[in-house]
């Protein structure tokens, strides 16, 4: 299963919190290609078939084919003043999606 880091979580909330975002959005994460492309979005809730994970407060909701990908790894992010920047870690080794 992917894991959040604080740093994420707190990342998360603050593309969330806004006025104009749903209550029970979260982070989706989506797979496309077999270079390992991954979309990630703000999302006003899973879609069928979503892993959901609930970290902190947020959600992030994965499609079945990036839950397969990410299972064992961990998102981080770095917060700069206007931006947000998801990584994805493996929190056994020193590699980097």
């Known amino acids: 299963m992917l894991t959040l ?40 809730g899973p879609d069928a078939g979503d892993e959901v994970i609930e970290t902190g407060g947020v959600r992030v909701f994965l499609q079945d084919t990036a839950a397969a990908m990410l299972g064992g790894r961990a998102l981080n992010a770095e917060i700069a003043e206007d931006d947000v920047v998801f990584r994805i870690t493996n929190p056994q080794g020193s590699g980097r999606r």
């Open 5 to 44: 880091t604080d740093t994420a979580v707190e990342a998360i909330r603050i593309l969330t919190d806004k006025p104009d975002v749903p209550r029970d959005s979260g982070l989706r994460i989506v797979h496309h290609d077999s270079a390992g492309g991954l979309e990630l979005s703000i999302a006003p």
